[in-house]
């Protein structure tokens, strides 16, 4: 058997649809029913442009009108209209685009018509999401007469003429008991700055309350203050605007006007791509206040100045959602409803050329503005380390512009520290030097201020590298920078030695014995700095293993597990208390005050690692008591 037919839908099944799942939020309804007041003002300019319509009142204005006691939101355009055929054909039909058919046939005519939003036809049918019945009323720039439809949720519709004498159309929308939110003027005012404050032709929107009270309110007055109406949106945004155009007090105030911050932002990139991409936009880096705030990024995504949505990472990569900003794509591959964007290349493309806009403008401020970047860096640093953690391209086209900030407050680069890193001393370490440079860090400036002090006094420069992500982010550069090694300050003391020296196994033993640490391993050196008696190291892979795994169970909420980190007492052969500790155990028996020394010095070579804990201080504190009684 072979039979051939046509599909057909039928309207009662087809309007739950619309009305529960084809939008994403209900208060899309009035976004796609203003989008279509505009398209409509678009199509009748584009006609009087082309010279086939003339002697038109070109003041065109969209209005939305809220009367909470009529229950109603009528939005009113001065466009096109339609005559009856035309809403018999575009608004019985479902999913007919007037809007398409009206590109197809004037797309060689002029290339206005990139203006219009809709082409798919189910935006008028949005306003069922919140009203059980939807009257329309309009008038076409013909001469053909006006209509009134009116239409139910259960599909059924009702066709005549109308008295309107205006050229345009009027959507009135009869809000349901369920729905009466949208009735209130603070909501509706939001839903149009959401998704209309960008369109191109002014929106104002009138409540029938405020009407009221103005009336009354100059009727017992003498006489009336008049007050010009305000359109609520911006029908020439920043980013239609050419770059050299703009001020930098513009830049400043729209950022302010659309992300209600007070801050101002470090700098902006004005974005103005044409073929083949055909993207505008401002991204501006924020400054940031605290260790959160670059969780709280927000990119506002338009098609054709409609606000799509927030953040949409097939557009905007993870590691660029902390920017703020506007992009306005004309050519996205949106689902029907508009809420939602469908991946291929064109979104590809455009996330790949703001990456490079991105690494472009960091390049350039290095450049052309260093002062003002080393200003920038401790807001950028976070940013920057975090994308270059999570895209290597990025990191390939901004790690000779990653800035590093030294204990003495300076800001350089990988290569400037290497140029300017100390010569090691001797043959062996110069030897060593050669086939690994090695980065000196300190991640407390405070806690490792010993370090600090003692590197510092041989001329070894140390940057400060003091955030969570800095662990990721220096085996990173490991992992692509050839031969070079980042080492903390207390990881080990080479660069502090001026010489190696023999073991002395008693000594040794005294301070394994009072650190109560079997596993502490004990080494002998000659130090530069003969002041300092000893100094506690962490081995550096050990501790970092042991802080990544820190994080991964806090991440993963598992009860935190001590990982056992290789710490090396370094005794400074050099300093007194030491050389006299080695006279006191080359006698058989170790005196109490050999033991309270060792245990005084190994105290203070911890505290210069770390916080101690309640019952070492306290063993801390007796010890100095009764070292300060035998004085």
Same mark, same amino acid.
């Given at each position: 058997?072979?039979?051939?037919?046509?599909?057909?839908?039928?309207?009662?099944?087809?309007?739950?649809?619309?009305?529960?799942?084809?939008?994403?939020?209900?208060?899309?309804?009035?976004?796609?029913?203003?989008?279509?007041?505009?398209?409509?003002?678009?199509?009748?300019?584009?006609?009087?442009?082309?010279?086939?319509?003339?002697?038109?009142?070109?003041?065109?204005?969209?209005?939305?009108?809220?009367?909470?006691?009529?229950? *109603?939101?009528?939005?009113?355009?001065?466009?096109?209209?339609?005559?009856?055929?035309?809403?018999?054909?575009?608004?019985?039909?479902?999913?007919?685009?007037?809007?398409?058919?009206?590109?197809?046939?004037?797309?060689?005519?002029?290339?206005?018509?990139?203006? %219009?939003?809709?082409?798919?036809?189910?935006?008028?049918?949005?306003?069922?999401?919140?009203?059980?019945?939807?009257?329309?009323?309009?008038?076409?720039?013909?001469?053909?007469?006006?209509?009134?439809?009116?239409?139910?949720?259960?599909?059924?519709?009702?066709?005549?003429?109308?008295?309107?004498?205006?050229?345009?159309?009027?959507?009135?929308?009869?809000?349901?008991?369920?729905?009466?939110?949208?009735?209130?003027?603070?909501?509706?005012?939001?839903?149009?700055?959401?998704?209309?404050?960008?369109?191109?032709?002014?929106?104002?929107?009138?409540?029938?309350?405020?009407?009221?009270?103005?009336?009354?309110?100059?009727?017992?007055?003498?006489?009336?203050?008049?007050?010009?109406?305000?359109? %609520?949106?911006?029908?020439?945004?920043?980013?239609?605007?050419?770059?050299?155009?703009?001020?930098?007090?513009? &830049?400043?105030?729209?950022?302010?006007?659309?992300?209600?911050?007070?801050?101002?932002?470090?700098?902006?990139?004005?974005?103005?791509?044409? &073929?083949?991409?055909?993207?505008?936009?401002?991204?501006?880096?924020?400054?940031?206040?605290?260790?959160?705030?670059?969780?709280?990024?927000?990119?506002?995504?338009?098609?054709?100045?409609?606000?799509?949505?927030?953040?949409?990472?097939?557009?905007?990569?993870?590691?660029?959602?902390?920017?703020?900003?506007?992009?306005?794509?004309?050519?996205?591959?949106?689902?029907?409803?508009?809420?939602?964007?469908?991946?291929?290349?064109?979104?590809?493309?455009?996330?790949?050329?703001?990456?490079?806009?991105?690494?472009?403008?960091?390049?350039?401020?290095?450049?052309?503005?260093?002062?003002?970047?080393?200003?920038?860096?401790?807001?950028?640093?976070?940013?920057?380390?975090?994308?270059?953690?999570?895209?290597?391209?990025?990191?390939?086209?901004?790690?000779?512009?990653?800035?590093?900030?030294?204990?003495?407050?300076?800001?350089?680069?990988?290569?400037?520290?290497?140029?300017?890193?100390?010569?090691?001393?001797?043959?062996?370490?110069?030897?060593?030097?050669?086939?690994?440079?090695?980065?000196? &860090?300190?991640?407390?400036?405070?806690?490792?201020?010993?370090?600090?002090?003692?590197?510092?006094?041989?001329?070894?420069?140390?940057?400060?590298?003091?955030?969570?992500?800095?662990?990721?982010?220096?085996?990173?550069?490991?992992?692509?920078?050839?031969?070079?090694?980042?080492?903390?300050?207390?990881?080990?003391?080479?660069?502090?030695?001026?010489?190696?020296?023999?073991?002395?196994?008693?000594?040794?033993?005294?301070?394994?014995?009072?650190?109560?640490?079997?596993?502490?391993?004990?080494?002998?050196?000659?130090?530069?700095?003969?002041?300092?008696?000893?100094?506690?190291?962490?081995?550096?892979?050990?501790?970092?293993?042991?802080?990544?795994?820190?994080?991964?169970?806090?991440?993963?909420?598992?009860?935190?597990?001590?990982?056992?980190?290789?710490?090396?007492?370094? $005794?400074? *052969?050099?300093?007194?208390?030491?050389?006299?500790?080695?006279?006191?155990?080359?006698?058989?028996?170790?005196?109490?005050?050999?033991?309270?020394?060792?245990?005084?010095?190994? *105290?203070?070579?911890?505290?210069?690692?770390?916080? $101690?804990?309640?019952?070492?201080?306290?063993?801390?504190?007796?010890?100095?008591?009764?070292?300060?009684?035998?004085?």
């Amino acid at each position: 058997m072979s039979e051939k037919g046509e599909i057909t839908v039928q309207t009662q099944h087809i309007f739950p649809v619309i009305k529960r799942w084809l939008y994403s939020d209900k208060d899309i309804f009035l976004r796609e029913i203003v989008s279509n007041a505009c398209d409509a003002i678009t199509k009748l300019k584009h006609l009087v442009s082309i010279g086939q319509v003339s002697g038109i009142d070109e003041d065109y204005r969209v209005t939305v009108t809220v009367d909470k006691q009529a229950k *109603t939101i009528c939005v009113t355009d001065n466009g096109i209209g339609m005559s009856a055929e035309e809403v018999k054909k575009y608004i019985n039909q479902i999913a007919l685009s007037g809007a398409l058919e009206f590109v197809e046939k004037y797309e060689n005519n002029n290339d206005d018509n990139d203006g %219009i939003i809709g082409h798919f036809g189910l935006g008028f049918y949005s306003a069922f999401m919140v009203s059980d019945t939807v009257e329309l009323q309009t008038k076409s720039y013909t001469d053909a007469p006006a209509v009134k439809w009116i239409g139910s949720d259960e599909g059924e519709f009702e066709l005549t003429d109308s008295d309107q004498t205006d050229r345009g159309t009027s959507v009135i929308m009869h809000i349901t008991d369920e729905e009466s939110a949208f009735l209130e003027k603070s909501t509706v005012l939001q839903i149009l700055n959401k998704y209309c404050s960008f369109l191109p032709y002014p929106i104002y929107a009138v409540f029938t309350e405020d009407e009221k009270e103005k009336k009354e309110s100059a009727e017992s007055s003498d006489a009336e203050e008049k007050t010009e109406a305000k359109p %609520i949106n911006d029908t020439e945004p920043l980013w239609q605007k050419n770059p050299s155009q703009c001020t930098p007090e513009e &830049y400043a105030e729209f950022y302010r006007k659309v992300f209600n911050d007070y801050r101002e932002p470090l700098f902006h990139i004005h974005i103005n791509a044409d &073929y083949p991409l055909n993207f505008k936009g401002i991204l501006y880096f924020p400054r940031i206040g605290n260790a959160y705030d670059s969780l709280e990024g927000q990119v506002k995504l338009y098609y054709n100045r409609v606000f799509v949505a927030d953040n949409i990472k097939e557009v905007i990569p993870e590691y660029l959602l902390m920017l703020k900003g506007v992009l306005d794509c004309p050519e996205l591959p949106l689902n029907v409803s508009r809420s939602y964007l469908q991946s291929n290349t064109y979104v590809a493309k455009v996330s790949a050329h703001i990456v490079k806009k991105v690494c472009d403008k960091l390049n350039s401020l290095y450049d052309t503005d260093l002062e003002h970047y080393k200003e920038y860096w401790d807001d950028l640093k976070t940013f920057v380390k975090y994308a270059c953690i999570r895209d290597h391209k990025f990191y390939e086209k901004v790690k000779n512009v990653v800035l590093y900030k030294t204990v003495d407050g300076e800001y350089v680069t990988l290569t400037d520290y290497l140029k300017t890193a100390r010569e090691a001393s001797d043959s062996e370490q110069k030897q060593e030097s050669a086939k690994e440079k090695i980065v000196y &860090y300190t991640t407390d400036t405070t806690q490792q201020a010993v370090y600090i002090n003692m590197f510092r006094s041989q001329g070894i420069s140390v940057v400060v590298l003091d955030e969570m992500i800095d662990n990721n982010f220096i085996t990173v550069l490991e992992q692509n920078e050839k031969n070079i090694r980042f080492m903390r300050i207390d990881s080990s003391a080479d660069a502090l030695k001026d010489a190696d020296s023999s073991e002395n196994t008693a000594l040794k033993d005294l301070f394994v014995r009072v650190s109560k640490n079997d596993k502490l391993k004990v080494s002998f050196t000659a130090l530069k700095d003969e002041k300092i008696p000893a100094l506690l190291n962490i081995e550096e892979q050990s501790r970092r293993f042991a802080e990544m795994m820190k994080m991964y169970q806090t991440a993963n909420k598992q009860p935190l597990q001590q990982f056992p980190e290789e710490a090396t007492l370094v $005794l400074n *052969t050099s300093n007194a208390l030491i050389k006299r500790l080695e006279q006191e155990c080359s006698s058989d028996k170790t005196s109490d005050t050999a033991e309270m020394m060792a245990k005084q010095i190994y *105290t203070l070579a911890l505290v210069g690692q770390r916080q $101690l804990s309640a019952e070492e201080l306290s063993e801390f504190l007796t010890n100095s008591f009764d070292i300060l009684q035998k004085l």
